[in-house]
């Protein structure tokens, strides 16, 4: 089993910079892809990020493409989402997740390629 544990989050004005954390335990963390979804109140989850288990692949999606970047670091088994240029349409609850399958080649870009999720951390960005 892995438990995952998001930190960072918090309240910016537009134009700033937030950097999340999401620290895995358990020795497979490096065994699987990882994503970062949003969440905002009255939306449906929306994918973020993702990295692949090796760190040697990443996808974006549309609305954050060349504003984030996601980076991982095996040793620590702790992914990172660094957040550049926030909107207030950022605004969300962020959760990290592991991919249900093992090294896999794919990068997934529906919740439901995903396993085990953290609990979310609020960003809050105003204008």
């Known amino acids: 089993q892995v438990q995952l544990v998001e930190s960072g989050g918090g309240s910016v004005q537009a134009g700033g910079s937030l950097r999340l954390s999401c620290a895995g335990s358990?020795?497979?963390?490096?065994?699987?892809?990882m994503g970062w979804f949003r969440q905002a109140p009255g939306k449906e989850r929306e994918f973020v990020a993702a990295?692949?288990?090796?760190?040697?692949?990443?996808y974006y999606g549309d609305s954050v493409k060349g504003r984030f970047t996601i980076s991982r670091d095996n040793a620590k088994n702790t992914v990172y989402l660094q957040m550049n240029s926030l909107k207030p349409e950022d605004t969300a609850v962020y959760l990290c997740?592991?991919?249900?399958?093992?090294?896999?080649?794919?990068?997934?870009?529906?919740?439901?390629?995903?396993?085990?999720w953290g609990q979310g951390t609020q960003v809050t960005v105003s204008s």
């Open positions: 990295i692949k288990y090796s760190g040697s692949q990443t």
């Open positions: 358990g020795r497979t963390f490096s065994m699987y892809n």
């Open positions: 997740a592991t991919d249900r399958r093992v090294m896999s080649g794919e990068l997934g870009q529906s919740a439901y390629d995903y396993y085990y």
